[in-house]
């Protein structure tokens, strides 16, 4: 008997003690609920989209630094060697092909293939950029040539970023040494004078994408005494170009850094350009009013 009244006690007292647990926690539930601050719900106890959003200070420095640089474009001011080899630029052809003029560009060899020295990729390439930027602010033409299949297409967006030329097809043999029989029928004839031979233009420079491929293009340019800009692999000889870009030039990514980059550079000579021009009017229209 005793035995029993002791059980029916400590049954009665633990379901008063779970009582006052899930009361207490009910409470405090709810006064947290209400001591949360105002600004991270609406009148329908929702959250809104500031509360969820973190603020400016919690956003890391480096990560705002790496979006910001994907999104700018891409220039020979910010151009570094890391997004060179990223692009591939420094991987050379096989020890087999090596062209020994190249051994000044060359940092070493790796499971056979020759490793190409970024640093000087970035010296010649911010050169070939100073040239096609003062061409451009002389008013000269800029012409690209990428005849290799998969360069079609940056080979344009390259030409008509900074207003040039391209020629993303094969290269016809006498475009420059007997223009006038070639490119003759395709230019605009003179409208005071039909019978007249349409003019042609010869390019003040040359940016040639594949080299390897278009030696007739080459060698069209150095008996019109035109400049020209070339990647060139170690299985060519950067002697025959003027200007040459120590690059890989089999990865499309990186010849497509290239040509943007020497596009924008043109890009910029052109702007130079129309500011020299709008102040040279603006000089002479002060010239006149002074005169009356």
Request: charged residues 25%.
């Amino acid at each position: 008997m005793t035995s029993r009244a002791i059980y029916k006690a400590l049954a009665g007292s633990r379901g008063r003690f779970l009582t006052i647990s899930q009361q207490c926690t009910r409470n405090l539930s709810t006064t947290a609920w209400r001591a949360a601050p105002e600004a991270s719900t609406t009148s329908d106890n929702k959250p809104t989209l500031e509360s969820l959003v973190p603020p400016a200070e919690a956003i890391k420095t480096p990560i705002r630094r790496a979006v910001q640089e994907a999104t700018e474009p891409i220039t020979q001011y910010n151009l570094t060697i890391a997004k060179l080899m990223a692009a591939g630029l420094h991987l050379g052809h096989s020890t087999s092909l090596w062209e020994p003029s190249t051994l000044p560009f060359i940092f070493g060899t790796r499971e056979g293939i020759s490793i190409i020295n970024l640093e000087h990729t970035l010296v010649y390439l911010r050169r070939a950029c100073n040239v096609t930027r003062e061409i451009a602010t002389r008013g000269g033409t800029i012409l690209f040539i990428g005849t290799r299949p998969g360069f079609q297409d940056l080979t344009i967006d390259a030409a008509r970023h900074c207003e040039g030329f391209q020629v993303s097809s094969k290269w016809i043999p006498g475009t420059l040494t007997n223009r006038f029989q070639v490119l003759g029928r395709h230019a605009t004839p003179d409208p005071e004078n039909p019978g007249r031979p349409s003019k042609t233009f010869k390019p003040d420079l040359i940016v040639l994408l594949n080299p390897l491929e278009n030696k007739i293009a080459i060698a069209e340019a150095q008996l019109h005494n035109i400049p020209i800009i070339a990647i060139t692999d170690t299985d060519y000889d950067p002697r025959l170009v003027a200007y040459p870009i120590p690059a890989n030039d089999d990865s499309i990514r990186g010849v497509e850094l290239i040509a943007k980059v020497i596009s924008s550079a043109a890009k910029d000579g052109l702007f130079r350009r129309k500011q020299l021009l709008d102040q040279k009017e603006k000089e002479a229209k002060n010239r006149m009013s002074k005169r009356f």
